[in-house]
């Protein structure tokens, strides 16, 4: 069966018709039309975005001790799914994603950083991949390799400990980048947002204490900014609330840093991305309003969480030949960000899913 699907479509807000060609858009009705192949208009009217977009999630395993389970696997990127999220990048899993995820027809398309790189003293003890830092360069080619392109580092953990060496995060850097990949730096202490800056990795997760003044290097060399706040907002509360201490003091500085490069980010031409970085899957409408709180234009933080973050991740937005994904709602999300997270349609794969 052919789809007919019209609607405005965002950012460009013109209004357009496509058709589906098997998991393609098309924007002429495909050949064999009355030939067995019936046309059914799903989406006629509305607002058209590509499909919504989770740049920092870690389906597959809600807590560190419960271990990686796909059957949780599974569920999370169907909540994902079902949310309008048919895009997922997963910095960092306890396991490498199994090949099911990439041939399920019904699930969000992946892009996976195989498991959390870590050195000694920064991360979850055995939840990652535990080396020593003269095996990081090695060890990021081959996750970087075995993934889909990307690779993650743990940059630095603890708030009053040393980051990863420049020299080391660089070397690690490098090697990936020669061979074509990505890499993902967590990074919650000033040392470790700099070095993961200076050594030209491809995304801050988070960036806590993050210098403003490295913003325009960050743009220069295309560094993109995911803070992941929803995730801390409800942590900041929990920590205004405790006696005073030079943790409490790092960590709330550390949080205020994070919402106010939003915006600074933003003027200075860095791409900002919505990741969540928590649960339950299938929030990012929600990070996306809290970039958009946090000082991001609509617009763009709409795109955050769409068009901006797969072109990022090398897909186009909705164009003849693009895939088939793509979330319609009755209200432009850029005029009323609250509908969001209340998709009219999804269509996944060339697939009413919704």
Same mark, same amino acid.
């Given at each position: 069966?052919?789809?007919?699907?019209?609607?405005?479509?965002?950012?460009?807000?013109?209004?357009?018709?496509?058709?589906? !060609?098997?998991?393609?858009?098309?924007?002429?009705?495909?050949?064999?039309?009355?030939?067995?192949?019936?046309?059914?208009?799903?989406?006629?009217?509305?607002?058209?975005?590509?499909?919504?977009?989770?740049?920092?999630?870690?389906?597959?395993?809600?807590?560190?001790?419960?271990?990686?389970?796909?059957?949780?696997?599974?569920?999370?990127?169907?909540?994902?799914?079902?949310?309008?999220?048919?895009?997922?990048?997963?910095?960092?899993?306890?396991?490498?994603?199994?090949?099911?995820?990439?041939?399920?027809?019904?699930?969000?398309?992946?892009?996976?950083?195989?498991?959390?790189?870590?050195?000694?003293?920064?991360?979850?003890?055995?939840?990652?991949?535990?080396?020593?830092?003269?095996?990081?360069?090695?060890?990021?080619?081959?996750?970087?390799?075995?993934?889909?392109?990307?690779?993650?580092?743990?940059?630095?953990?603890?708030? !009053?400990?040393?980051?990863?060496?420049?020299?080391?995060?660089?070397?690690?850097? !490098?090697?990936?980048?020669?061979?074509?990949?990505?890499?993902?730096?967590?990074?919650?202490?000033?040392?470790?947002?700099?070095?993961?800056?200076?050594?030209?990795?491809?995304?801050?997760?988070?960036?806590?204490?993050?210098?403003?003044?490295?913003?325009?290097?960050?743009?220069?060399?295309?560094?993109?900014?995911?803070?992941?706040?929803?995730?801390?907002?409800?942590?900041?509360?929990?920590?205004?609330?405790?006696?005073?201490?030079?943790?409490?003091?790092?960590?709330?500085?550390?949080?205020?840093?994070?919402?106010?490069?939003?915006?600074?980010?933003?003027?200075?031409?860095?791409?900002?991305?919505?990741?969540?970085?928590?649960?339950?899957?299938?929030?990012?409408?929600?990070?996306?309003?809290?970039?958009? !709180?946090?000082?991001?234009?609509?617009?763009?933080?709409?795109?955050?969480?769409?068009?901006?973050?797969?072109?990022?991740?090398?897909?186009?937005?909705?164009?003849?030949?693009?895939?088939?994904?793509?979330?319609?709602?009755?209200?432009?999300?850029?005029?009323?960000?609250?509908?969001?997270?209340?998709?009219?349609?999804?269509?996944?794969?060339?697939?009413?899913?919704?």
């Amino acid at each position: 069966m052919i789809m007919r699907i019209r609607g405005v479509v965002l950012p460009e807000r013109v209004e357009r018709t496509f058709w589906t !060609d098997g998991e393609v858009l098309r924007t002429e009705p495909p050949a064999g039309r009355g030939a067995g192949r019936e046309v059914e208009t799903v989406v006629d009217g509305g607002w058209l975005v590509p499909g919504l977009v989770d740049v920092h999630t870690h389906p597959g395993a809600e807590e560190p001790e419960h271990g990686f389970d796909e059957a949780a696997l599974r569920r999370h990127l169907e909540a994902h799914r079902d949310a309008g999220v048919l895009l997922v990048r997963t910095p960092g899993t306890m396991r490498r994603m199994p090949g099911w995820v990439d041939t399920e027809p019904g699930l969000p398309r992946v892009r996976s950083a195989g498991r959390w790189l870590a050195t000694p003293g920064r991360f979850f003890p055995g939840v990652g991949r535990d080396l020593r830092e003269d095996r990081l360069p090695g060890a990021a080619v081959e996750e970087a390799t075995a993934a889909s392109g990307w690779c993650k580092i743990i940059g630095d953990w603890r708030w !009053d400990e040393p980051a990863v060496p420049l020299d080391v995060m660089t070397a690690a850097v !490098d090697a990936v980048h020669a061979i074509g990949g990505r890499v993902a730096v967590h990074c919650q202490t000033a040392e470790g947002s700099r070095n993961a800056v200076l050594s030209g990795a491809d995304s801050l997760e988070h960036g806590m204490h993050l210098d403003p003044g490295l913003l325009e290097l960050m743009a220069r060399q295309g560094t993109a900014y995911i803070p992941t706040l929803g995730a801390f907002a409800e942590s900041a509360e929990v920590w205004r609330g405790r006696e005073r201490s030079a943790k409490r003091s790092a960590w709330l500085a550390g949080w205020e840093g994070m919402v106010a490069n939003v915006r600074a980010a933003y003027e200075a031409g860095v791409t900002v991305l919505a990741g969540t970085d928590t649960f339950p899957c299938g929030t990012v409408a929600a990070e996306s309003r809290q970039l958009f !709180d946090a000082g991001l234009p609509a617009g763009e933080a709409v795109g955050a969480a769409s068009w901006t973050a797969r072109k990022w991740l090398g897909l186009p937005g909705l164009a003849d030949g693009a895939p088939a994904d793509l979330v319609a709602y009755d209200r432009d999300p850029t005029a009323h960000p609250e509908v969001l997270g209340r998709p009219a349609r999804i269509v996944l794969r060339g697939r009413v899913v919704r």
